[in-house]
């Protein structure tokens, strides 16, 4: 069974930047896709970025679409989200999720969290002047 770490958060300006890790246990990360996700308080849980397993093809939120980019690294088990132009819309908890189908439908149903799982704590992410 897969267990996800996430890592990285923290308190920036607008602007500024931050790179996010989510790192699995259990189970190689190479296996299945993954998702980022962020819920600020008082709202649901918004997906922000998708990254596949068979050729690397990424999906992102309008929302943060040519700002953030989101790498994975097999060798080091590890999902990264780097997050550019950050914008105090952006303050929210972020955590990672494993993707519960096949690698082919993922185009089909990123960024909806109901097809994502195996959640972690998350990690902090505030965006304040």
């Known amino acids: 069974q897969v267990q996800l770490v996430e890592s990285g958060g923290g308190s920036v300006q607008p602007g500024g930047s931050l790179r996010l890790s989510c790192v699995a246990s259990?189970?190689?990360?190479?296996?299945?896709?993954v998702g980022w996700f962020r819920q600020a308080p008082g709202k649901g849980r918004e997906g922000v970025s998708c990254?596949?397993?068979?050729?690397?093809?990424?999906y992102y939120a309008v929302s943060v679409k040519d700002r953030f980019t989101i790498v994975r690294d097999n060798a080091k088990n590890t999902v990264y989200l780097q997050m550019d132009g950050l914008k105090p819309e952006g303050t929210a908890l972020y955590y990672c999720?494993?993707?519960?189908?096949?690698?082919?439908?993922?185009?089909?149903?990123?960024?909806?969290?109901?097809?994502?799982?195996?959640w972690g704590q998350g990690t902090q992410v505030t965006v304040s002047s």
């Open positions: 259990g189970v190689g990360l190479r296996h299945f896709p």
């Open positions: 990254i596949s397993t068979s050729d690397g093809s990424t």
């Open positions: 999720g494993s993707f519960h189908l096949e690698d082919r439908y993922l185009g089909r149903y990123c960024p909806n969290p109901d097809f994502f799982g195996s």
